[in-house]
């Protein structure tokens, strides 16, 4: 089934936004599942994000309708662009906080403080994740968000890591879970972090474990509270194909322009031999000419198409039995089942 996204006319699908929006009444049927998206990825980002999540959720809703209202929190850095789409597409909090929705994505963000706490936008996130507990069935924490929640409700801190830990890494299910029927026993998806919570701090405050790597640690971990499911991604399950790319290439060019010290690692289980040769060559040559111009010379001619979307069914699959978990908790509690909202005027975010 297509999703349906406030201020986007027509359905999206996978491959865009559909010519024609779905029958009258979709959105009080009770396979329409409601659900805000707190998008708050800076920059080009702030689309790009939109997108992946779209396409996954297009990929995982089989016979289900996803509803989707876009918000963002205040306070996180924005340029004018960002700022444009903000006013045409995105609520303001305020008005997530007055209603309830089935479930509540939040995404990360580009952190800028070791201490989640010294954020400007965190007395903003503090309170929506007060409010997902209480107001939907579940709620997804995003690589930051996720760091986030585990700080705020159990002062779990984070710990830095010595590199970034960068690519698409193989992970184990270590037990079994709604959220993980559908899944096999390895899972795949991409990490782009430097700090990381680790599964001792998290088991001994409650948390399971569902998914975990021997190389990039803790992947899916999930916690109830109150009324909501809280399912934390360390790694990134929606991100497109060429996502690792466009990390790496900003990556470079932050080195290039002594935005960074040090030359950036290359994304793990990603390229293949031939494409890290090339980006071996240009590494070199980096370090030599050091200077913002010589990101010109970034290869322009790589074949794309060997960068390949192995995630996509593992993301899929945890995707998918996420909705059909909201599914079955909205037929079990109708009573706190979101509230269709009538259509109005948007609001830039944070407003």
């Keep these: 089934m297509p999703v349906v996204v406030d201020g986007i006319q027509g ?36 689309e790009d994000t939109e997108q992946q999540f779209f396409e996954l959720l297009c990929a995982a809703s089989d016979s289900l309708l996803v509803h989707l209202k876009l918000f963002s929190l205040p306070n996180v850095p924005r340029n004018g662009k960002g700022l444009l789409r903000l006013d045409r597409l995105y609520f303001g909090i305020e008005e997530l906080l007055e209603n309830r929705f089935d479930a509540v994505i939040i995404t990360g963000t580009e952190p800028h403080q070791h ?15 007060d409010w997902a507990a209480e107001n939907t069935a579940s709620t997804v924490l995003s690589c930051l968000a996720a760091h986030a929640g585990a700080l705020h409700f159990d002062g779990i801190g984070r710990h830095l890591l010595a590199d970034k830990q960068f690519g698409v890494f193989s992970c184990r299910k270590t037990t079994e879970h709604p959220l993980t029927r559908r899944a096999g026993d390895q899972l795949c998806f991409p990490h782009s972090r430097w700090n990381e919570v680790r599964a001792s701090d998290l088991i001994s405050r409650g948390y399971t474990v569902l998914t975990q790597s021997a190389d990039a640690g803790v ?30 290439r900003r990556d470079i060019r932050r080195f290039l322009n ?62 998918r039995d996420w909705l059909r978990y909201i599914a079955v908790k909205k037929t079990e509690s109708p009573a706190f089942a979101a509230v269709p909202l009538a259509a109005h005027a948007h609001s830039a975010a944070g407003r």
């Excluded at 992947?219 to 790496?248: A, C, I, M, N, W």
């Excluded at 002594?258 to 031939?274: C, K, L, V």
Aim: glycine share 6%; with cysteine.
């Design 11 to 46: 359905p999206v699908r996978a491959n865009g936004p559909g010519p024609v929006g779905p029958a009258p009444g979709w959105d009080a049927r009770p396979e329409c599942i409601h659900i805000a998206l707190i998008n708050n990825m800076p920059g080009a980002a702030l």
């Design 115 to 129: 201490d989640l706490r010294r954020e400007p936008y965190w007395p903003a996130l503090a309170t929506v994740l």
């Design 219 to 248: 992947d899916l971990f999930v916690k109830k509270r109150s009324r909501s499911l809280f399912v934390h991604f360390q790694g990134h399950p929606e991100y497109g194909r060429l996502t690792l790319l466009k990390e790496y």
């Design 258 to 319: 002594r935005e960074r010290e040090t030359y950036p690692s290359m994304p793990r289980g990603y390229f293949d031999a031939e494409t890290a040769g090339v980006f071996t060559a240009f590494r070199k040559q980096a370090l030599a000419n050091r200077f913002p111009e010589f990101m010109s010379q970034f290869p322009k001619t790589l074949d794309t198409n060997t960068l390949q979307n192995t995630w996509q069914p593992s993301g899929s699959a945890i995707y």
